[in-house]
């Protein structure tokens, strides 16, 4: 099956600093990875498209310079929350399609983060 | 932004029976999945039906499609106590972006 394999699973930061969330397709290349968030008892809201080699695609209302996304690889796609505030406390998963073509989205296991 | 929408938000039934659970969406579809996510943990693809399709089935899953009414079913036969989770419908609309309803918590009685 495709492996996706997200770290770290849990992260409790101070308010203000940054907070890095990698999102590694363990046997496949993956060219384009998705990030969500997600709040208690609520559905997934996807945040942005990461495209290996070029800018991320955010969506309407999601602040690019806020939550920065790097797809430097074909194996990895990091997700960076700067200046984490309580606010941005949440659940963030990843995902990943095989390829461009591919209907199917292998997601990780997800991160917890809280923010004090 | 989010699409389907889904019945009933809480589900519970005793081992051995079946549970159904309902998706509405408001756009044309390329194609409709469910995921499954336990608590806490990343989703799980179920099972994946095409707009052109009207039933799929997959182990103890049968899924139904009714693209004139914009909604879909989600049937677990022969539950079990390892099927409580929270089963989510998503819909591609011809931009292999997903959008994902609201989910149905299951929860399976010994």
């Known amino acids: 099956g495709a492996v996706v394999s997200q770290h770290p699973s849990r992260v409790i930061c101070k308010s203000g600093t940054s907070v890095k969330i990698e999102c590694r397709s363990l046997d496949f290349q993956a060219t384009t990875m998705f990030w969500y968030r997600q709040f208690p008892k609520k559905s997934l809201m996807l945040m942005a498209t990461?495209?290996?080699?070029?800018?991320?695609?955010?969506e309407q209302g999601v602040e690019k310079d806020k939550f920065l996304i790097n797809h430097a690889s074909l194996t990895l796609s990091t997700l960076t929350v700067t200046s984490a505030h309580p606010e941005d406390s949440s659940f963030y998963i990843c995902?990943?399609?095989?390829?461009?073509?591919?209907?199917?989205?292998?997601f990780g296991a997800g991160t917890r983060l809280s923010v004090l | 932004s989010q699409q389907g929408e889904e019945d009933p938000q809480a589900l519970s039934i005793q081992e051995g029976e079946n549970a159904t659970m309902n998706c509405s969406y408001k756009t044309s579809i390329n194609n409709l999945q469910w995921y499954r996510q336990n608590s806490g943990r990343g989703l799980v693809h179920l099972i994946l039906i095409r707009s052109n399709e009207r039933e799929k089935h997959s182990g103890r899953l049968r899924v139904t499609l009714d693209t004139s009414k914009k909604s879909s079913s989600l049937l677990i036969t022969a539950s079990r106590a390892a099927d409580t989770a929270s089963y989510f419908c998503?819909?591609?609309?011809?931009?292999?972006?997903?959008?994902f309803g609201a989910g149905t918590t299951v929860t399976v009685r010994a």
């Open positions: 995902s990943a399609n095989r390829d461009r073509q591919a209907d199917i989205q292998y």
């Open positions: 990461s495209n290996e080699g070029s800018k991320a695609t955010y």
């Open positions: 998503a819909t591609d609309h011809h931009d292999y972006k997903l959008s």
